[in-house]
């Protein structure tokens, strides 16, 4: 069983940069790819960013590309999502998942559906104003 617990989130203004962390115990991080999803009030969960167990391979959503960078650390059993240039439209509560991918075959997989995950951290808050 994987737990997972994010950090990070925050108030801050349009503009402005939050960094959030998901810290990983209870298997092995290094099998498992990585992502990051979030959710506004009265909307559906929606994908944001994904990393491949390996760390060779990213993939995010458009309306983040160019703004927010996916990495990870398996010497500290650490994902991250560096967001920068926030917008309002940003707010929501983000959440971390991980879904076992190990496996050459699985080398660069960045799955960006929920079903494709298997654990789910209980999210940060992150509100933008503007």
């Known amino acids: 069983q994987v737990q997972l617990v994010e950090s990070g989130g925050g108030l801050v203004q349009a503009g402005g940069s939050l960094k959030l962390s998901c810290a990983a115990s209870?298997?092995?991080?290094?099998?498992?790819?990585m992502g990051w999803f979030r959710q506004a009030p009265g909307k559906e969960r929606e994908f944001v960013a994904a990393i491949s167990w390996s760390g060779g391979s990213t993939y995010y959503a458009d309306s983040v590309k160019g703004r927010f960078t996916i990495s990870r650390d398996n010497a500290k059993n650490t994902t991250y999502l560096q967001m920068n240039s926030l917008k309002p439209e940003d707010t929501a509560v983000y959440y971390c998942?991980?879904?076992?991918?190990?496996?050459?075959?699985?080398?660069?997989?960045?799955?960006?559906?929920?079903?494709?995950?298997?654990?789910w951290g209980q999210g940060t808050q992150v509100t933008v104003s503007s």
């Open positions: 209870g298997g092995t991080f290094s099998n498992y790819a």
């Open positions: 998942a991980a879904g076992d991918y190990s496996g050459s075959h699985y080398y660069t997989k960045t799955p960006s559906w929920t079903h494709e995950y298997d654990y």
